[in-house]
């Protein structure tokens, strides 16, 4: 299949793509790289078998890599943190089927970043037009956290755009975690040295592992915690100690370990995946419950990881008020949907209105509740 800027290729793996083409494409976004997708692949996270099927699609000129879209053929809703639940149910309501659905995002990851990665909004174009063809094959496609210039061409393109919040951590410069609290209001400023003081006072200690200075006993370890995480909500784990350990070995670059010690032995941990300019927080768990232990080794330990790094921004994840409190602020994401079903998709349609002018007030709400001094 050919068109104006390049060949159109559909890629079940990126074992045959270069990985050097890939990553000029992703740049700075650890999360699209070329590695990161095969840990995800390879190590069966993300395959048929668990319902994330790649479709990746891909355009090539001079036989080289020109552009690409991350593309899934999706069985379920699973890890996606975009809810379309019940627009699922509503399809099984009237006999109609909502599965497989195509789905570009981060799989198990509600990370912003590039969906389209190209140059140029032409080729853009071309990526957002293959994947609406490939859709006709199936019920709809959805695009998960784009950046707005790309929320915006899937809007020109038909599709629908939805809003959703995250909150994010932001370093104007702050030389010590003195400086960030200084910041914030004075209850605010309060609560988090009472947090950090009860942590002190159970003797707990506190290693940043870096890269390669992170063992297989230390994902092993991890690994046991993160399992406790989904143990404790009565939920299966989406990722496997080989694709931890995978992702360290190709991209020590981009990991760090907060790892908490009781006495001298381990008792919780808390992955963080980063570049120079955002660190994404993403996995944690513990082995036994000690008081405001989560908010020091998912917040405050790696807010002090960011300012000693000079990184600008920490995003915290899905959800989450409580981060409002310990100097996070909300962020509005995008998502962009696209249904077959004209009559189902004019209902989507309306509740994204009404959806859309609730996400409004909230974030209002949530800006008068900063946590910042008052200028």
């Not at 319902?51 to 996606?80: C, I, N, Q």
């Not at 993403?282 to 790696?302: K, M, N, S």
Request: glycine share 8%; proline share 5%.
């Amino acid at each position: 299949m050919g068109d104006e800027f390049g060949t159109v290729r559909v890629l079940d793996d990126l074992a045959s793509v270069d990985s050097f083409q890939w990553n000029a494409l992703a740049g700075d976004h650890p999360f699209l790289r070329h590695e990161f997708f095969q840990a995800l692949h390879e190590t069966g996270c993300a395959s048929e078998r668990t319902g994330w099927l790649p479709k990746f699609v891909t355009l090539w000129r001079d036989g080289k890599l020109a552009a690409a879209m991350p593309l899934y053929l999706k069985g379920h809703s699973y890890g996606e943190y975009v809810f379309d639940w019940a627009w699922a149910e509503a399809y099984q309501r009237h006999g109609l089927p909502y599965y497989p659905k195509l789905l570009s995002a981060v799989p198990f990851s509600p990370v912003q970043g590039p969906r389209l990665l190209a140059a140029n909004d032409r080729a853009r174009r071309q990526l957002l037009r293959a994947a609406l063809d490939l859709a006709y094959d199936v019920s709809s496609l959805h695009v998960l956290f784009p950046p707005s210039e790309e929320a915006k061409l899937m809007g020109e393109a038909g599709m629908l755009l939805r809003g959703g919040v995250q909150f994010h951590w932001n370093n104007p410069g702050y030389r010590s975690f003195e400086e960030f609290l200084a910041a914030l209001s004075h209850d605010k400023r309060k609560k988090i040295r009472q947090e950090r003081r009860r942590v002190q006072e159970a003797r707990i200690q506190f290693r940043w592992l870096i890269g390669r200075d992170i063992c297989s006993d230390d994902w092993q370890f991890f690994s046991r915690c993160y399992k406790s995480t989904y143990r404790a909500h009565r939920s299966t784990p989406y990722l496997n100690r080989a694709f931890f350990e995978r992702l360290g070995e190709s991209m020590p670059e981009n990991v760090m370990l907060v790892v908490a010690d009781l006495d001298g032995h381990p008792i919780a941990s808390a992955l963080n995946v980063y570049s120079n300019k955002i660190l994404y927080g993403r996995y944690w768990g513990a082995l036994g419950y000690i008081p405001c232990l989560h908010f020091e080794v998912c917040y405050y330990q790696t807010i002090e990881f960011c300012i000693d790094r000079g990184i600008k921004v920490f995003e915290g994840g899905a959800q989450g008020e409580h981060k409002l409190s310990r100097g996070f602020l909300p962020v509005q994401t995008a998502s962009a949907h696209w249904l077959k079903h004209a009559q189902f998709a004019r209902a989507v349609e309306q509740f994204l209105e009404r959806e859309t002018a609730g996400v409004e007030r909230y974030l209002d709400e949530l800006n008068e509740r900063a946590p910042f001094r008052k200028a």
